[in-house]
């Protein structure tokens, strides 16, 4: 089988390696270890295999790993670490708003790109924001709480830089 | 999804080139929210996909001539942050809205929702009502045909081989004409249409002048229900004749049963969707407004 | 139990989950998240039909392909093939089929491949000659005398009843009279993990499985087919992505188990979403008439509930499903007399199982809907109507068993309508903007679900002490996400006096953990954590005398807090926890404890002619609903829901809630959205766009009252509350939609074009 050689960045390193060209993203980014990329549907219908591409949120089932030669792509692990957490990876912890987790890692990266390009946003523009992404355990109360809160935590932060 | 060549071209012209003369035997990969799951799952068998994601000129929305271009490329997140879809194209934006969720949207191209060719897709039924055309590139030129004749059969479209859908355009409607914009779906995000309605009204002396409607997922394709429109024509439009230019979208409609919904079902919603919609668009009483107890 | 809250530091208090860091930081290894050097892959060849049998089947070509490992076959399997069941039920599923296929999905042969690509081939190089038959589709007409056989045995796997007093009389005396039949969907569990695991041969020819489970406790079974004793099979599941009841009986453990002896290699598998949904287990589709009989007082005076459930193909938890049914036919009311019927039926669809609810979600939506209709027709307010045969504590079920906690039926129904109004008000603008010919209406139910077996249970856990005073728990039991161990870690912390991380959990592996029973049925704060508070207890009272050596003190007044030991009144003088265990060691005390709980309630009046039914407590609540229904299209829109339950005690306050709002999301996809649409066997809805789960966009403004009686069997007097909001939210929305349409929904999903019909005709169409 051919096999084409792709080079790319995920979380910031440089990644070159070879894909047959009917590898999605997904399958390909699992390969390489980034589990925290979960597989749920590879149909696009429910988000667990959210990343950032370029900084903007897709389901990486539907992007051929072929398709992301000189792309950026950030996973869930760089959001935050465990003793850097990234104040959405806290308020999701302290809001109760991850069960089972298995919608966590795409939930956290469509809210990171909900808040990049609207920073205060009402409740209903977060349900908007993350109604790709299904989660079967929560019915997203607490998922919307710790969104909001993220974001009143940060607009707080930037006053206080601010004065 | 196995075995297949995989061509990422920079242009356009290279991605004709790659495809002339290869048939039937590749397919063209835009968005690729459809063919990537298709491919996974088998349900096609290409020797060659040829990716125009890298094709920036493909990616444009432009006023011109009060006409909207739209490129093929251009993403439904990208209409959706377009202030000028959203200020001249008011039918396409509200259509766009309820486009599947954000993820798909930042993927999703219209020229792949246009030549997907799926009977609920979301971005035709609005197009159709614009009275838009295609833009048909093959290495020998290009030919530009109505969308309304695009379609021509379930998951079927004009393109032939070695043809690639370049760009989308429309005429500005002018900002007297008014529009509606109604998704019948069976949850409120990722939802496929169970029909959806789409019109562009344009009142004179409160005498319609013109009319367009369009249906999804009523028939094998996106369709714009002309004999309904022509009840409206040159008549005032009230309640009573907007419910009589429903019924007469609801006898065109051919819709059928599927796991969304039965074709009665559709059917009735073809006549209350355009009567509700008519009536909404135009500000006027709709009357009456009860259970639907006929014709279904 | 009665629990005073006051005494306690942690209880109460709402502790974040201890995985959930992992969780968010993309670290924790789910079932597929593992990768052995030389791992193959493992794929199943299934069943595309429901019925049939197989004329021939040739694996010849498979087998020879390059790269393919093994190719296995029901002759293959070194043990017994079938999958196994629990005691006295049929055991009725093979691993691989024989010849015989009963179900869509069925696998027939496995394969092992060094790749996916390999593995595919060989499957498709599998020659299956079918003879196809009609499957049976309607458990009704399995039921007939002459309908074909499903099973052997025969088509019926149970069918149970019981009466009290004489019902016909009491109908005979009945000023008004309901007579509905209801009828429920097959539902998927929808848990956003799929199938997946791995399998490897250990040290000591030990077959380890890991693969996220409900119940590790199944290695036994796999020990069977495998044709080994239980000691060489060891089973352990990894944080569960979602479970919901579909993971308790086993998935594709026997098929990685196989694969791995077979191949003596390390084997993955991983089922795709389709693949999942067309094999796996459902919620039963019920089928339920309902009579009822009340006196112009609107007593209930008597009570006919005939229930046929589909069962699917095979047997699976059926049985024991049918035994929760029979105890939830007549409900929380009282009624002298009664009749309740139950059948079972085997048909050629996907198999019924547990989910959330188990046996009884359908149930509350029945009942519920048919004391609405007594109440329209006795002209009665529905909730007057209630409070009428609500039982109070010490009074008995229809069954004839006392309650011996609180009842809040009254409170919690009255606590959810408040909930719903504070619901609404966050929900003014879309109601604001609301159609004023939108048919709008609040509907309101109660419900009652059980938790914890109240025959020969035991479950155990051990806590052990470590030398700086820290302690581990060891408990079997698996996490499906909603606070499982968290449960059993908070329950220890508060009982030792530690801080919750100086706790830490080693649970679901079935070799090295005590045996803690299924995640399932409520019952895992009772049944988990109730033994690890019985392990920490005499620990605890170890340190204590310990302490009360070295502070000088009574035992009875050493409290043990945040990892230190102080007498009551004088917090400032402390000893920590390391001394203590040094002292209480040295005075010859086991820091390492089991506790058991073991369960074995006296027989209450009339047990036996109930068939035992019955569960150890029960969790009581109540739900109210407002809807906007558009009587043109037919589509409902939910303005807002309350819901209250009395959790005995909330023990962890955010864990509660978060199981209300999940639950409710879930019971409003069972109302209105989710359907396998299930046709000649095979569930058409075998993906995310067509098994519609509510989106995050579908949810209204969800409010959740807690009371607390203080009254529950789990530790410090909580109750269950993993499955009662499941139960509850499916009749609320119905009773609401009924009431803006005026014609009963007697059936679910609330489809809209079920509204439209039902608007038209003036009858719920089936």
């Not at chain 3, 006295?88 to 599923?93: A, L, P, S, V």
């Amino acid at each position: 089988m051919e096999v084409f050689s792709v080079q790319f960045r995920v979380n910031g390193e440089e990644v070159e390696a070879e894909f047959p060209a009917h590898l999605t993203l997904l399958q390909a980014l699992r390969e390489l270890g980034y589990f925290e990329v979960k597989n749920g549907c590879e149909k696009g219908d429910c988000g667990s295999c959210t990343v950032l591409l370029d900084g903007l949120p897709v389901n990486s089932c539907l992007v051929l790993a072929v398709q992301v030669q000189d792309k950026e792509i950030i996973t869930v692990r760089s959001l935050g670490s465990a003793d850097n957490l990234h104040p959405l990876q806290e308020n999701f912890i302290k809001h109760g708003a991850i069960q089972c987790g298995f919608c966590t890692p795409g939930m956290l990266l469509s809210a990171k790109a909900l808040l990049d390009k609207n920073a205060s946003p009402t409740r209903e523009e977060i349900n908007e924001g993350i109604s790709g992404n299904l989660c079967r355990c929560t019915g997203y109360v607490k998922i919307v709480d710790a969104i909001k809160a993220t974001a009143d935590q940060l607009k707080t932060n930037q006053k206080k830089r601010r004065h | 999804m196995r075995g297949f060549d995989f061509l990422s071209p920079a242009s356009l012209s290279a991605a004709l080139r790659a495809i002339d003369g290869q048939g039937k035997n590749y397919k063209i990969l835009a968005g690729g929210t459809n063919l990537i799951p298709n491919l996974r799952d088998g349900a096609i068998h290409p020797g060659l996909v040829v990716d125009l994601g890298g094709i920036k000129t493909l990616k444009y929305i432009r006023e011109k001539d009060g006409r909207m271009k739209i490129g093929a490329l251009t993403t439904i997140s990208d209409l959706m942050g377009s202030s000028l879809i959203k200020k001249r194209a008011g039918l396409l934006w509200d259509a766009i809205q309820t486009f599947a969720g954000p993820l798909v949207r930042n993927r999703a191209t219209v020229g792949g929702n246009l030549v997907d060719a799926s009977p609920a897709a979301d971005t035709a039924v609005p197009l159709l009502a614009l009275n838009a055309r295609v833009k048909l590139r093959s290495i020998k030129g290009q030919r530009t045909v109505a969308l309304n004749n695009f379609f021509t059969a379930y998951q079927k479209t004009m393109i032939r081989p070695g043809e690639i859908l370049s760009e989308v355009v429309f005429p500005i409607p002018p900002r007297r004409i008014k529009h509606g914009y109604f998704k019948l779906g069976r949850r409120n995000a990722m939802a496929i249409s169970v029909v959806s309605v789409a019109m562009l009204l344009d009142i004179k002396k409160k005498i319609c002048a013109d009319a367009a409607i369009a249906l999804g997922s009523v028939a094998p394709t996106p369709l714009r229900i002309e004999k309904a429109e022509a009840v409206l024509r040159g008549k005032k439009v009230d309640s009573g004749l907007a419910k009589q230019c429903g019924e007469m979208a609801a006898k065109n409609a051919s819709p059928i049963n599927d796991i969304r919904a039965s074709a009665d079902y559709r059917r009735t919603m073809c006549a209350v969707l355009v009567h509700r919609m008519i009536c909404q668009s135009l500000g006027i009483e709709h009357s009456p407004w009860h259970p639907v107890k006929e014709g279904f | 139990m009665s629990f005073d809250k006051t005494t306690h530091t942690l209880v109460g208090k709402s502790i974040p989950q201890p995985d959930s860091l992992d969780k968010a930081v993309g670290r924790t290894l789910f079932s597929d998240d593992v990768r052995f050097s030389g791992m193959l892959w493992g794929l199943a060849l299934r069943s595309p039909f429901a019925n049939a049998r197989i004329r021939r089947l040739d694996v010849s070509k498979a087998r020879r392909l390059a790269g393919v490992r093994t190719v296995l076959t029901a002759k293959d399997i070194p043990g017994i093939n079938r999958r196994g069941n629990m005691p006295g039920n049929r055991d009725d599923q093979p691993v691989l089929m024989e010849d015989r296929i009963r179900a869509v999905g069925d696998p027939i042969a496995l394969v092992a491949a060094d790749s996916i690509e390999i593995a595919e081939e060989a499957i498709s190089a599998i020659k299956v000659d079918y003879e196809q038959f009609q499957p049976v589709e309607d458990p009704v007409a399995s039921l007939a005398p002459d309908a074909p056989l499903v099973d052997e045995e025969g088509n019926m796997i149970s069918e149970l009843g019981y009466d009290r007093g004489d019902t016909e009389k009491g109908f005979a005396m009945a000023a008004v009279i309901v007579d509905e039949t209801y009828r429920t969907q097959f539902a998927e569990h929808a848990y956003l993990e799929p199938e997946a695991g791995v399998a490897w041969l250990d040290a000591g020819g030990v077959i380890r499985i890991r693969c996220g489970t409900q119940w590790v406790e199944n290695f036994r079974h796999i020990a069977r087919i495998l044709g080994v004793s239980h000691n060489r099979v060891r089973l352990e599941s990894p944080l569960v992505g979602g479970g919901f009841g579909g993971k308790i009986f086993m998935t594709i453990e026997p098929l990685l188990a196989l694969l791995a002896k077979a191949t003596g290699r390390p084997v993955r598998m991983a089922l795709t979403r389709e693949e999942s949904i067309l094999s796996s287990t459902k919620r039963h589709p019920y089928i339920m008439r309902y009579k009822l009989g009340a006196d112009a007082k609107g007593r209930l005076i008597a009570l006919d509930a005939d229930l046929v459930a589909d069962v699917g193909a095979y047997s699976d938890a059926s049985p024991i499903i049918a035994w929760y049914s029979i105890g939830f036919l007549a409900g929380p009311y009282r009624c002298e007399n009664v009749t309740v019927h139950s059948r079972f039926a085997l048909t050629n669809n996907p198999s019924g199982t547990a989910m959330r609810g188990v046996g009884s979600a359908q149930i509350t939506f029945a009942l519920e809907g048919a004391m609405e209709s007594l109440a329209e027709k006795l002209g009665m307010d529905p909730f007057e109507l209630r409070r009428r045969n609500y039982p109070s504590k010490g009074e008995s079920l229809s069954t004839g068993q006392p309650l011996k906690n609180a009842v809040f039926l009254s409170e919690t129904w009255e606590a959810a309508d408040k909930a719903l109004d504070k619901a609404l008000s966050r929900n003014k603008a879309e109601i604001r903007n609301l159609n004023q010919k939108l048919l709008r209406a609040r509907g309101h139910t109660s419900n009652m679900t059980g938790y914890g077996r109240r025959h020969g249970h035991l479950s155990q856990a051990q806590v052990s002490m470590q030398l700086d005073g820290s302690a581990v728990v060891s408990v079997g039991v698996a996490d499906i996400g909603s606070g499982q161990r968290l449960g059993c870690q908070q329950v220890a912390a508060e009982i030792l006096g530690l801080p919750m991380d100086k706790v830490t959990l080693n649970t679901s592996d079935s070799q090295l953990n005590p045996i803690a029973g299924m995640t399932a049925g409520s019952r895992t704060f009772l049944n988990a954590a109730g033994p690890v508070l019985r392990a920490a207890e005499p620990i605890a009272k170890a340190l204590k005398k310990a302490a009360a050596g070295l502070l000088e003190a009574r035992t009875e007044d050493i409290i043990l807090a945040d990892g230190k030991a102080f007498v009551m009144g004088s917090p400032s003088v402390t000893v920590p926890h390391a001394q203590l265990v040094a002292a209480a060691a040295a005075a010859g005390a086991s820091l390492t404890n089991l506790g058991t709980l073991r369960i074995e309630e006296d027989l209450y009046p009339g047990e036996e002619t109930a068939h035992n039914a019955g569960w150890l407590d029960y969790t009581f609540g109540g739900m109210a609903a407002e809807v906007a229904v558009d009587p043109q299209t037919g589509q409902t829109t939910i303005l807002g829901l309350g819901i209250s339950h009395d959790v005995g005690t909330s023990v962890n306050p955010q864990i509660v809630i978060g199981q209300c709002e999940g639950g409710v999301a879930q019971g409003m996809g069972l109302a209105l959205t989710e359907d396998c649409c299930v046709k000649n066997g095979k569930t058409e809805a075998h993906d995310f766009s067509t098994y519609l789960i509510p989106t995050s966009l579908d949810m209204p403004p969800i409010e959740v009252s807690i009371l607390e009686s203080g009254e529950g069997e789990g530790p410090f007097g909580a109750r269950g509350i993993g499955e009662p909001p499941h139960n509850i939210t499916p009749s609320a929305i119905a009773n609401a939609v009924s009431r803006a349409i005026g014609v009963r929904v007697t059936s679910l999903p609330i489809t809209p074009e079920k509204v439209l019909v039902a608007l038209r005709t003036g009858q719920w169409p089936l």
